[in-house]
């Protein structure tokens, strides 16, 4: 019997589902997130699955928030518990006056429970033994029954879950049936044994509006066609497969012939990394859009030809999606770990434009923006993605596009300037921005040809080892940087309730964590300003606000503080006034994380009140 009150909530309840790899479990999980969503209610979902096909354990995350927060809140309310291996750590993960739901089945001593929580057990496995047949026919059923008995407990509508499985295996009858008998199944057997309703319940809301549930990858494939992208070379790794994928997908609907079915795109699976970036490069130095997908692996094996487009100025674009390492490091799990290997890619002295998204609908946005950016600066640009959000479905706002938007091709000499005699020098800055102009091979049949080099060369692309000429180009090169920054997104601000000498900047992923953070602590008169920085090189903006601030957190999820590393590199900031905030551990970081540290960094200041005196 438990010791503590049940916990009572409604709309706001975080639920884990603990699987084995492989059995089938990720569809049902999903079908009942969505079925959550179809109530109204806003979910995060997140996938934590281990590196190997099947076999080892594997949960699925979803906090339920009427409030709509989007971020890993941390803890757990509802554990199915569906795998033996993991089950004392499943059990221990259970806040006190939680529910505890498993496979019943088999009969559990006493010892294997907690006094503290509300335990609800269903013989699934019998259930399907009686019911079905194939042995694997069982298995997958016996997900979808939990998910029957789910709907019955939390008193969610049977025919939102039911409609939705009509709708996924719309066209396949038998499996409409069949699924729907599961879940009927289910759903009656908690109704007839267990206390339904629980004290964590859904009911109808309307949070959701017109917000659309897509993962990051996805988002990036599609903002690489709608970014003009024709060729893609990648070699498999995760987390960022899916890109190369969603991007073949979306080619074959929106880059085919209709006239004759041909594709007009090109995908190659090169040998390895280093190849496929090598591909890029050639595709865009001949005109066409590019780009190749990667992790921080890929990354590494890349560095030497990064450094042979930055110096030859040759447009190319990667969307790196994250992971921890270093070395294989996590390949399933999520961390902000490349940054100093992007933006400095290469030996000698390179640095490199990143982009940073903080969700589906900025993947597709700025992964778009991404090729403007490198045709315009004529150099690659880094999408820098994570697992967190390339690979879990994320409520976001539906993805727009200005039809009459058009490509920046950048500065390209045309056949007619040529024809009439203008100057043309590969490597001339004509303008001061430090951008010089460039021809596509083929614009002029005997002018505008340059020799493409990764060595020094002078303004007009001729050999040289002068230490003028090579002065002038890195000089040129860095103005070339300073000019981006007024290219790249610009952060974004949130004020405090009150003025405040305190800041905090943050980027990507960790953003619906601070953004209920930031709410967190100004319920507790805890008062932060919060930048995100959503590129580099850094925005003006991104100095005056640490300028504005006596000490700025900066939030990040990897052990080497490498934003701030980049903040005081570029910005010649005194380190003391940068405090780290760091996560590290594979998980996405979460609101409470952020919140505590920073009120505990506070206090341990003993700065009290975090205002700026008024003159009265």
């Known amino acids: 019997m438990s010791t503590v009150q049940p916990l009572q909530k409604c709309n706001d309840f975080v639920i884990k589902f603990a699987n084995i790899n492989g059995t089938g479990s990720a569809s049902a999980n999903e079908l009942f997130a969505r079925a959550v969503m179809g109530m109204g209610v806003p979910v995060a979902p997140r996938n934590i699955f281990p590196s190997n096909i099947q076999g080892l354990p594997t949960w699925y995350e979803m906090r339920v928030s009427g409030e709509g927060w989007l971020g890993r809140q941390g803890g757990c309310d509802l554990m199915v518990a569906m795998n033996p291996q993991t089950w004392d750590r499943d059990v221990a993960e259970l806040a006190p006056g939680g529910y505890l739901f498993y496979d019943s089945t088999k009969m559990l001593p006493r010892s294997r429970f907690r006094d503290d929580i509300t335990v609800l057990g269903l013989p699934l496995t019998e259930i399907c033994t009686r019911e079905y047949t194939d042995p694997r026919q069982r298995q997958l059923m016996k997900n979808i029954l939990y998910v029957g008995a789910l709907t019955a407990l939390l008193d969610m509508d049977f025919a939102v879950v039911e409609g939705l499985i009509s709708h996924q295996f719309r066209g396949k009858d038998k499996l409409i049936a069949s699924n729907v008998q599961a879940l009927r199944l289910g759903y009656d057997e908690a109704k007839a044994t267990l206390p339904c309703p629980i004290g964590l319940r859904v009911e109808r809301s309307d949070g959701v509006g017109d917000r659309i549930f897509i993962n990051g990858n996805d988002a990036c494939g599609l903002g690489a066609v709608y970014g003009g992208a024709t060729v893609a070379a990648w070699y498999p790794i995760t987390p960022s497969t899916s890109v190369i994928e969603a991007f073949s997908s979306y080619c074959r609907k929106y880059r085919t012939d209709p006239d004759n079915g041909m594709a007009r795109y090109a995908i190659v699976q090169a040998e390895d990394e280093l190849a496929s970036i090598g591909m890029v490069i050639g595709a865009s130095w001949n005109g066409c859009r590019a780009f190749t997908a990667t992790s921080g692996p890929g990354i590494s094996l890349m560095q030497e030809f990064f450094g042979l487009a930055y110096f030859a100025e040759v447009p190319a674009v990667i969307f790196n999606v994250q992971r921890g390492g270093p070395s294989t490091g996590m390949p399933t799990r999520t961390q902000q770990s490349d940054l100093l290997a992007c933006a400095y890619a290469s030996h000698g002295d390179t640095k490199h434009v990143l982009l940073f998204p903080e969700d589906p609908y ?255």
């Open 362 to 616: 900025e993947c597709f946005t700025l992964g778009a923006q991404a090729f403007d950016l490198a045709e315009r600066l004529q150099t690659p640009v880094f999408v820098m993605s994570d697992l967190d959000i390339g690979m879990n479905e994320v409520l976001c706002k539906p993805f727009d596009w200005d039809d009459g938007r058009r490509y920046d091709r950048g500065k390209v000499m045309s056949a007619a300037e040529l024809e009439a005699g203008k100057n043309f020098g590969r490597y001339l800055d004509v303008e001061g921005d430090g951008i010089p102009y460039r021809t596509i091979p083929g614009t002029h049949p005997t002018k505008g040809a340059f020799f493409s080099r990764g060595t020094t060369r002078n303004a007009y692309a001729k050999y040289s080892e002068a230490g003028t000429d090579y002065i002038y180009n890195m000089e040129r090169l860095r103005r070339k940087f300073v000019t981006a920054r007024k290219l790249v997104p610009a952060p974004v601000v949130q004020k405090a309730s009150q003025p405040t000498r305190f800041g905090a900047i943050y980027y990507g992923s960790t953003s619906p964590a601070m953004a209920e953070a930031f709410a967190m602590l100004e319920k507790q008169g805890v008062h932060v300003d919060i930048m995100r920085v959503r590129g580099f090189p850094f925005a003006d903006e991104v100095m005056d606000f640490i300028a504005e601030h006596d000490h700025v957190f900066v939030v990040e999820q990897n052990e080497s503080a490498q934003l701030r590393t980049l903040l005081i590199n570029e910005g010649d900031i005194d380190p003391k006034r940068l405090i780290r905030v760091l996560h590290y551990d594979g998980t996405p970081i979460t609101a409470r994380f952020i919140a505590g540290r920073i009120a505990g960094i506070v206090q341990e200041s003993n700065v009290t009140p975090l205002r700026k005196q008024v003159a009265s």
